[in-house]
């Protein structure tokens, strides 16, 4: 895969910085933050020191401590780059420096003319970032040796000089080159700190809760969700461009995008947006915002051999129409949660990072570092027992979930089987739940149906998403670690519900008894009263 490369141009103009007491003819130069990076030197203008003459003498000079007013600073343009500062003052030069008339070819562009050009840019992010790299670009082209090679930043002697300085690292990781412009004039010590700008990537994806939403089109993004087994899964990735990306020549991205195993890459799904800034990338949830669809400008290979899944890239996008350093490139995909999924615990984490261009002048690109997302899934566990806690067998479950018109929906079919005593349902999501004993042991009550519902809370904007909860209502507390809600059924066996007739058959009985003694009552005092009556 063709891959051009970037840079991240850091230039910083200085012509006119405080100059010592005394007339240095060389400097120290010392780089902050180097990192162990080498820099290579090229002296642009030299520079020429003379004492004043005595007419000029300041009149406070003891003659022996010369202080800045003492002398005189000239400088030269350096014959090794005189051509290429030629050129660029020839084409690039406003009027004003030409007086009269502007020289018929780059060869008549005179030291001053040049001098003058130089000064009149702005320095710091100005215009002398530019033109700094041109003038760079035309040296690596003509092929010209560095006056000063192997620079660590750390005590190098150079001499005195308008310098430009280039870093050469070879870089791979999370930085890019600079190039640093700077005037030793007069000073014994020199210390500059080259800045750096570089791309972002950012990874994020959706969640739904299917007994509240009716879409998940509107949901925020977030770095963590959870999805039922079969959802299909939407994510996004944000790249955005170094705050000089425009002082490239060319400029590649490459999405290098990981997904779990418990995730399947839905491969027709991809579109790659672009908006005119990050910010509006962000409120974005629609995807009906965007500046414009750049699909085509992109190419997706899934063939990849550094273990990613998939890669996203475009060879320059620079290519594309109205690409500013304030760009942001946003890939929307798909994928399908599957029966490989990890439940609970650290769920199913994906990652990317962005490769690209950090050296407008070799074939080097660096790389991001990784934004992970991650996709969190649950199970659900039914131990069917008797009243004694003894396993039963013979019960068959179906377990149906709401949507948002309040149906409950059946989540595939019954539950059974020869000798099954625990019931698992996987890779569920939130919401709310009803669990209904469709077969009821020989000899058993059936089970009131039992409503409940599954919540969880995850970090959703940790850069490190975790499981922080796992409720299951009426069911109970779930185990974050194997992401599992896991509750005993009891079936009961005999007279739970009401007799009809019973109480009266009891009343019956009851009066009948009374009325046999009752009669045995009388018969008894009757026989002692006819006994007296004699």
């Known amino acids: ?14 012509l006119a910085l405080s100059i010592s ?7 120290t130069l010392t ?16 520079l020429t020191t ?60 005179t030291d001053a003319q040049i001098l003058e050009y130089l000064e009149g840019q702005t320095p710091g992010d100005g215009t002398m970032r530019q033109v700094a790299n041109r003038i760079y670009r035309a040296i690596q082209e003509a092929g010209i040796a560095a006056d000063a090679e ?81 959802d299909t899964v939407p994510f996004k990735l944000t790249a955005t461009l170094p705050s000089n990306a425009q002082n490239y020549t060319t400029y590649t991205i490459i999405f290098h995008d990981t997904l779990s195993a418990g995730l399947t890459l839905n491969e027709g799904s991809f579109k790659v947006l672009m908006y005119e800034t990050k910010h509006k990338a962000d409120v974005d949830t629609d995807l009906n915002d965007q500046l414009k669809d750049v699909t085509a400008n992109f190419t997706v290979d899934t063939g990849c051999d550094d273990g990613c899944s998939f890669e996203v890239y475009c060879d320059d996008v620079f290519a594309i129409e109205n690409v500013t350093k304030d760009t942001a490139f946003v890939v929307y995909y798909e994928a399908t949660l599957t029966d490989a999924a990890v439940f609970g615990g650290n769920g199913n984490p994906n990652e990317v990072y962005l490769e690209f261009s950090n050296d407008p002048y070799g074939d080097g690109t660096g790389n991001t570092e990784t934004d992970k ?28 979930k709401k949507d948002v018109t309040g149906t409950y929906n059946a989540l595939g079919g019954e539950l059974i089987g020869d000798g099954m005593t625990t019931f698992t349902w996987l890779g569920l999501d939130d919401g709310d739940y009803k669990l209904v004993e469709s077969t ?17 809370e995850h970090s959703e904007t940790d850069g490190e998403p975790t499981l922080l909860s796992l409720d299951g209502g009426q069911i109970g507390t779930g185990d974050i670690t194997i992401g599992a809600i896991e509750k005993d059924i ?34 008894v005092t009757r026989k002692k009263m006819s006994i007296f009556e004699d």
């Open 1 to 14: 895969m063709k891959k051009f490369l970037s840079i991240l141009l850091v230039l910083t103009l200085v």
């Open 21 to 27: 007491t005394f007339a240095a003819e060389n400097t």
């Open 31 to 46: 780089i902050n933050d180097s990192d162990g990076r080498t820099y290579e030197g090229h002296q642009i203008l030299k």
């Open 50 to 109: 003379s004492l004043k003459g005595d007419a000029h003498h300041p009149d406070t000079c003891n003659g022996v401590d010369h202080t800045d007013d003492c002398y005189n600073y000239a400088y030269t343009v350096n014959e090794t780059y005189r051509e290429i500062l030629q050129k660029e003052t020839f084409e690039n030069g406003r009027n004003a420096i030409w007086g009269d008339s502007k020289p018929a070819t780059f060869a008549g562009v």
């Open 150 to 230: 192997d620079l660590t930043g750390s005590n190098d002697v150079i001499e005195q000089g308008y310098w430009m300085f280039a870093d050469i690292s070879d870089l791979t990781g999370n930085e890019s080159n600079s190039l640093v412009m700077v005037d030793t004039a007069g000073q014994e010590a020199v210390t500059i700190t080259p800045k750096t700008a570089l791309p972002t990537v950012e990874k994020k994806v959706k969640d739904i809760d299917d007994s509240e939403d009716d879409s998940i089109t509107d949901n925020a993004w977030h770095d963590s969700a959870d999805h039922d087994l079969g």
């Open 373 to 400: 997302v991650t996709v969190f899934t649950y199970k659900l566990v039914i131990n069917k027992t008797d009243s004694h806690g003894h396993e039963l067998d013979g019960a068959g479950f179906t377990l149906y």
């Open 440 to 456: 009821v042991p020989d000899g058993y009550n059936v089970m009131s149906d039992v409503l409940f519902s599954i919540s969880a």
């Open 490 to 523: 009891v079936n009961n066996t005999g007279a739970v519900l009401p007799e009809t007739g019973a109480q009266g058959t009891f009343l019956l009985i009851c009066g009948g008894a009374f009325l046999m003694i009752v009669a045995a009552v009388f018969m």
